[in-house]
């Protein structure tokens, strides 16, 4: 039985609403994310009746699982996780989007793949390493506007539609919300050095997507609040 599905994600689709208010930001435009990693096809098939958006970690995993997915379900699929290389042609068939670029080889790929295979774009996000430890993946803050002019300049089928950022493994709240804050912070920088219209920054997870959201995240990454305990 999934039916809890439905009860959770309106829990926290609530929650979302009474930070959005309190901050006073629209509702409109907070998407919720379901974080589906290690869940069956099944609790993902409910959960896409009631989220804005499916977020998988693994390439492999979710080729399996989108073999089985109904045409018809057109919940967008966005990968979450770091991407390695040799996976990149796997993700693009299986992704709708892939938040995870986080090298220029990485987009070097994705962009050949993508000439190869006759496709003009592909939307991706740039990941951004807020919280600088070693154990995340992510282009350091200050690399970003160079990473930017490269992959602007040289990967034109890439489609850069945000930023994405993990939340440091701390509970301390002044960490996190600069981590966020500096996140949104650079995206208006980088909107405003290259006429880009960058409208998402994905960011908050279960823990910390209240100050994601005060900070500006367009969409928040929700996995066990959804979902319940992941099935190893």
Not at 32 to 55: C, I, N, Q, Y
Not at 135 to 150: I, L, M, Q, R, T
């Amino acid at each position: 039985m999934v039916d809890f599905i439905e009860r959770n994600v309106r829990d926290v689709s609530e929650k979302i609403t009474r930070i959005a208010k309190d901050c006073g930001r629209d509702r409109n435009e907070i998407k919720l994310m379901g974080v589906s990693k290690f869940h069956p096809l099944e609790m993902m098939t409910e959960a896409s009746r009631w989220v804005d958006l499916l977020g998988e970690n693994r390439v492999q995993e979710a080729s399996e699982k989108r073999a089985g997915w109904s045409v018809g379900n057109k919940t967008p699929w966005h990968l979450i996780g770091h991407l390695q290389k040799n996976k990149a042609r796997k993700a693009l068939e299986t992704f709708d989007l892939i938040e995870s670029v986080d090298s220029f080889e990485l987009a070097q790929t994705l962009d050949r793949i993508l000439e190869e295979t006759g496709r003009e774009s592909f939307p991706v996000f740039i990941e951004v390493n807020m919280s600088g430890e070693t154990s995340k993946n992510g282009v350091a803050p200050e690399s970003v506007p160079g990473f930017f002019e490269n992959v602007l300049a040289q990967c034109p089928r890439l489609s850069v539609e945000g930023l994405m950022t993990l939340g440091p493994l701390t509970e301390d709240e002044r960490s996190i919300r600069a981590a966020f804050s500096g996140l949104r912070d650079i995206c208006v920088a980088m909107r405003a050095e290259f006429g880009l219209p960058l409208p998402e920054l994905s960011m908050g997870m279960s823990g910390d997507f209240a100050i994601a959201i005060q900070e500006g995240s367009t969409i928040v990454r929700i996995g066990t609040a959804i979902f319940g305990p992941r099935n190893l």
